[in-house]
């Protein structure tokens, strides 16, 4: 439990807070006729408040509440205490749709902070759900299995920048991924991954259209009819591929008797044979293979946001709760990717994130290795309070240049 505070200071919970007013998403909230009567949690406020428990220890909102009150730091992030009663009508009321374009503002302005690592594939990004196991006793709306619930959750990574850019929502576990998908929108030559989960010929047209490429794996007993055989040149094998098998440009009867696609079959390490369809014919097969490899990052990224964020233990009860709290916490990983690109962290980034979580509400002052990056982050945002350090930071620098 955390101690109480008399005074407020700068924490990085403050920081956080005005990371998002910065933005004015209020202003995305304001437009419903109703938010004038929400003065003691208005969106803004509510999403700061899900931002900041996505970094404590509690799970519940007895718990958020009970450091929010304790802790006048806390009060000094979220503009004051918050009514339990107040915050579980929010969870279930508020609305998603808000809450996802304000997330999207804040990606919008905040993406040109985060670092850009040298990859060797730009406009690329992965597509895939995932399930959040939930109990049917107290979730009777995830219906997934005759004794077990789930909710589903379907976004489009951007692999350079590792974040989701796109996100949707289904209570019910039992939704085909098609589905989801369709609510979804391709943007112009960007590269889309997929697994065959995905595979339908809608899909791919719908794609194609949007002048959108895709790299997906291949369904079993679709159709094809091979156009051409192209040469397997000798090449230096990434780790894990074992071979390329084929490379060959088919056309696929039931989608479009005149469209060519590449059809490239590499063979993993384990022996597995993997299929991989694509329209991108400019690329060798072996980079086609190597971008099919990398659809893993959004795997890998869903075990980071289940192992790090609250999203695997809902804070209300109702589907809108959950949802919330699963933007909260793509808002709150991507500030803390930005505040550690930008702050010039040399630790990895699960390292900083830890460090966040348990020293949310520690003043800057007694802080040890994060305080140059927090100082950094403050003084690229103009974050007011923290000025008369940040000017000493930046006298200290030209000292010993």
């Known amino acids: ?98 809450m996802i374009e304000a997330w999207l503002w804040l990606l919008q302005h905040y993406r040109a902070y985060l670092a850009k690592p040298d990859k060797p594939f730009a406009r690329l990004a992965a597509v895939d759900a ?45 939704v085909h991924d098609l589905k989801a998908a369709s609510l979804l929108k391709w943007s112009a030559g960007w590269t889309y991954l997929f697994d065959r989960g995905y595979f339908s010929f809608e899909l791919l047209t719908i794609l194609l259209n949007a002048g959108a490429h895709f790299v997906i794996r291949f369904k079993a007993g679709v159709a094809f009819r091979i156009v051409h055989r192209h040469p397997l040149p000798e090449v230096k094998l990434p780790a894990g591929i074992r071979a390329i098998k084929r490379d060959w440009t088919v056309i696929l009867p039931g989608l479009d008797d005149e469209l060519e696609l590449r059809l490239v079959s590499y063979q993993l390490t384990n022996g597995k044979l993997i299929r991989v369809l694509t329209d991108r014919h400019r690329l060798s097969a072996l980079s086609i293979a190597r971008l099919y490899k990398e659809r893993w990052t959004i795997e890998n990224w869903w075990r980071w946001l289940k192992r790090l ?10 589907e809108n709760a959950l949802a919330l709290q699963i933007v909260a916490a793509f808002v709150t990983d991507l500030l803390l990717r930005v505040f550690k690109d930008c702050g010039g962290f040399e630790g990895e980034l699960y390292e ?40 000493a930071l930046l006298r200290s620098r030209s000292m010993v240049c």
């Open 1 to 98: 439990m955390p101690e109480t505070n008399t005074t407020p200071s700068w924490t990085l919970a403050m920081l956080l807070s005005y990371a998002i007013d910065r933005v004015e998403i209020q202003t995305i909230f304001d437009r419903d006729p109703y938010e004038s009567r929400r003065q003691s949690l208005p969106g803004s406020r509510l999403l700061k408040a899900l931002v900041f428990y996505q970094l404590l220890k509690t799970t519940s909102q007895r718990g958020l509440v009970r450091v929010v009150k304790q802790s006048t730091d806390a009060q000094a992030a979220l503009d004051g205490e918050l009514a339990r009663n107040t915050l579980s009508n929010a969870l279930a009321q508020r609305d998603l749709d808000q």
């Open 130 to 174: 995932s399930l959040i196991k939930l109990s049917l006793q107290a979730f009777n709306w995830a219906h997934y299995r005759e004794k077990t619930g789930a909710a589903k959750i379907t976004c489009v990574l951007d692999w350079v920048h590792g974040v989701p850019e796109q996100f949707v929502f289904t209570a019910s576990g039992k």
């Open 352 to 391: 900083f994130v830890d460090l966040c979580g348990d020293l949310l509400l520690v003043p800057i002052d007694r802080l040890g290795s994060l305080r140059e990056a927090l100082l950094n982050v403050a003084l690229l945002l103009e974050f007011p309070q923290a000025l008369p350090q940040s000017k």
């Open 309 to 318: 964020y609250k999203v695997k233990e809902p804070l209300g009860l109702s």
